[in-house]
């Protein structure tokens, strides 16, 4: 003990050391070759210096074997710890709590035992209190953690299950589905009763020493299943309804319009007849049931005509047509309604391409509709349309080629259009906002129709703009013959004719 306590500095100091396995085995050397100099020395007859050499040697020995003393009693304190930790305690003092490595090792093994303690309880918690059924299955497809949400959702307990194949919960051949790893598939999953259910898959794995473990969750699909099939036979129902109610329109096309087209006949044949009469004040009230007529006879038609097209019964008459004539015809008609808000219409078009393969009434209203959107989103500003040529690749047989295309530019100054309102602008019955139809009026038909007929007639219709400073529409029709649009129509006759 009094040596001890003599090379007690001495084996603090050393504490703070290493202890790689080949410096005790130098240390053992050293003392050797000590040795072996003393005897070296008592046969030169130099006792002195061989005692001298021995003691030296002694030392050395001695100091190696307290330090491993200090060694084997830390290490022993260290196992003790770890035997704690492994038993499940939760805070475990450091051992040893010197400054040496080994101390600093216990400090930290202190500290991760608190940690893995912390987080195995939230671990446990997850486990226990999740609303999803959550099982642990090892490489042989045992069950070896049932949460009890799981014990909820199958009728087995915990005891009853674990240890059992995956099979029992899940029918073959979908019980090795929760090897493939994903989210959210669905299965089917089998009670204790032995009824059955839909549920939704999602699985991981984990390798823990060289084996792999799977963890499962597991949702019942029931009550969603239910609500998707609700959810289906109501939008069957409301697409039947829906379609029922585009047929009798579409149906009833010729009984709506005859008794208009009745009134304003008989308006007009009134204003002449009171105009030759010279009954001024007869005159205006004529004027206004005219144009009322009118008004609900355009209405109409764009009812009727979304009407069509929602029942699969609209369509175009194709024909060769000169577009000057044409472009005369919607001027007349859009320049009294751009004078009303005091606007200019111009109309830019060098007379290229002359002619055009479409349904030039289609074509018409599409123009109109464009034209009188942007007459009365304009005031005391500039209306413009451009009639050019473009370019644009098309695949329309699966084969990328260019497709010659006409285009209208129908531009304005109008008060604009956010990001917000262009991404709702072309649904049926449905206009920028509620604000502008209070303020503008309209069935917000228009724009539909004009996307629906461009579509329908191989084309496009897109827009730009820009609030407070005006928007411009682009509408592009192919440049086809007539040969061109008889073989589409065969082509779709004969795949219509399949189905």
């Given at each position: 003990?009094l040596?001890?306590?003599?090379?007690?500095?001495?084996?603090?100091l050393?504490?703070?050391?290493?202890?790689?396995?080949?410096?005790?085995t130098?240390?053992?050397?050293?003392?050797?070759?000590?040795?072996?100099?003393?005897?070296?020395l008592?046969?030169?007859?130099?006792?002195?210096?061989?005692?001298?050499?021995?003691g030296i040697?002694?030392?050395?020995m001695?100091t190696?074997?307290?330090?491993?003393?200090?060694?084997?009693?830390?290490?022993?304190d260290?196992?003790?710890?770890?035997?704690?930790?492994?038993?499940?305690?939760?805070?475990?003092?450091?051992?040893?709590?010197s400054?040496?490595?080994?101390?600093v090792?216990?400090?930290s093994?202190?500290?991760?035992?608190t940690?893995?303690?912390?987080?195995?309880?939230?671990?446990?918690?997850?486990?226990?209190?999740?609303?999803?059924?959550?099982?642990?299955?090892?490489?042989?497809?045992?069950?070896?953690?049932?949460n009890?949400?799981?014990?909820?959702?199958?009728?087995?307990t915990?005891s009853?299950?674990?240890?059992?194949?995956?099979?029992?919960?899940?029918p073959?051949?979908?019980?090795?589905?929760y090897?493939?790893?994903?989210?959210?598939?669905?299965i089917?999953?089998?009670?204790k009763?032995?009824?059955?259910?839909?549920?939704?898959?999602?699985?991981?794995?984990?390798?823990l020493?060289?084996?792999?473990?799977?963890?499962?969750?597991?949702r019942?699909?029931?009550?969603?299943?239910?609500a998707?099939?609700?959810?289906?036979?109501?939008?069957?129902?409301?697409?039947?309804?829906?379609?029922?109610?585009?047929?009798?329109?579409?149906?009833?096309?010729?009984?709506?319009?005859?008794?208009?087209?009745?009134?304003?006949?008989?308006?007009?044949?009134?204003?002449?007849?009171?105009?030759?009469?010279?009954?001024?004040?007869?005159e205006?009230?004529?004027?206004r049931?005219?144009?009322?007529?009118?008004?609900?006879?355009?209405?109409?038609?764009?009812?009727?005509d979304?009407s069509?097209i929602?029942?699969?019964?609209?369509?175009?008459?194709?024909?060769q047509?000169?577009?000057a004539?044409?472009?005369?015809?919607?001027?007349?008609?859009?320049?009294?309604?751009?004078t009303q808000?005091?606007?200019?219409?111009?109309?830019?078009?060098d007379?290229?391409?002359?002619?055009?393969?479409?349904d030039?009434?289609?074509v018409?209203?599409?123009?109109?509709?464009?034209?009188g959107?942007?007459?009365?989103?304009?005031?005391?500003?500039?209306?413009?349309?451009?009639?050019?040529?473009?370019?644009?690749?098309?695949?329309?047989?699966g084969?990328?080629?260019?497709?010659?295309?006409?285009?209208?530019?129908?531009?304005?100054t109008?008060?604009?259009m956010?990001?917000?309102?262009?991404?709702?602008?072309?649904?049926?019955f449905?206009?920028?906002?509620?604000?502008?139809?209070?303020?503008?009026?309209?069935?917000?038909?228009?724009?539909?129709?004009?996307?629906?007929?461009?579509?329908?007639?191989?084309?496009?219709?897109?827009v730009?703009?820009?609030?407070?400073?005006g928007?411009?529409?682009?509408?592009?029709?192919?440049?086809?013959?007539?040969?061109d649009?008889?073989?589409?129509?065969?082509?779709?006759?004969?795949?219509e004719?399949?189905?």
């Amino acid at each position: 003990m009094l040596l001890r306590r003599l090379l007690a500095p001495v084996v603090a100091l050393l504490t703070h050391w290493s202890y790689p396995r080949r410096f005790s085995t130098a240390g053992i050397v050293i003392a050797t070759l000590l040795v072996a100099l003393a005897s070296l020395l008592l046969w030169q007859n130099q006792a002195l210096m061989a005692t001298l050499v021995l003691g030296i040697a002694l030392v050395v020995m001695l100091t190696f074997t307290v330090l491993g003393l200090s060694v084997i009693e830390d290490v022993n304190d260290l196992a003790v710890m770890i035997g704690r930790i492994a038993s499940g305690e939760h805070q475990v003092p450091p051992m040893p709590a010197s400054d040496s490595e080994i101390g600093v090792v216990a400090h930290s093994l202190a500290d991760l035992s608190t940690e893995w303690a912390l987080s195995g309880l939230y671990r446990q918690a997850i486990v226990e209190y999740a609303v999803d059924s959550i099982m642990i299955i090892d490489e042989h497809d045992s069950i070896t953690t049932f949460n009890p949400a799981a014990e909820h959702m199958f009728g087995y307990t915990a005891s009853e299950i674990i240890g059992q194949p995956i099979s029992r919960l899940i029918p073959d051949p979908l019980h090795r589905q929760y090897k493939l790893i994903s989210i959210g598939n669905e299965i089917t999953g089998r009670r204790k009763d032995d009824s059955v259910f839909p549920m939704d898959l999602s699985s991981g794995q984990i390798i823990l020493d060289r084996r792999r473990i799977y963890v499962v969750i597991l949702r019942d699909a029931t009550r969603r299943k239910q609500a998707e099939e609700e959810l289906q036979r109501a939008r069957d129902d409301a697409e039947a309804a829906s379609r029922s109610k585009s047929t009798f329109l579409a149906n009833m096309s010729h009984e709506l319009r005859t008794p208009l087209n009745a009134i304003i006949g008989y308006s007009e044949l009134l204003i002449d007849d009171v105009v030759e009469m010279g009954h001024e004040n007869l005159e205006s009230d004529l004027r206004r049931i005219h144009r009322a007529g009118t008004h609900l006879l355009g209405l109409i038609s764009d009812i009727l005509d979304i009407s069509k097209i929602e029942a699969g019964k609209m369509d175009l008459r194709y024909e060769q047509f000169d577009l000057a004539p044409m472009l005369s015809d919607v001027e007349l008609t859009v320049a009294p309604l751009a004078t009303q808000n005091g606007n200019r219409f111009e109309i830019s078009y060098d007379g290229q391409p002359a002619t055009l393969f479409a349904d030039p009434v289609r074509v018409r209203q599409i123009l109109v509709n464009l034209l009188g959107n942007a007459c009365k989103f304009t005031n005391q500003g500039t209306i413009t349309l451009r009639i050019l040529t473009d370019t644009q690749d098309g695949d329309s047989r699966g084969i990328l080629q260019p497709f010659d295309f006409i285009r209208f530019d129908v531009a304005d100054t109008g008060i604009g259009m956010t990001s917000e309102q262009l991404a709702r602008l072309f649904q049926p019955f449905t206009q920028a906002d509620d604000s502008t139809t209070r303020k503008y009026g309209g069935t917000g038909l228009g724009l539909a129709l004009s996307r629906h007929f461009c579509q329908m007639m191989g084309g496009t219709i897109e827009v730009v703009s820009t609030p407070d400073t005006g928007s411009t529409f682009i509408v592009r029709l192919p440049l086809r013959d007539p040969e061109d649009v008889s073989a589409e129509a065969s082509e779709r006759d004969a795949v219509e004719g399949r189905r």
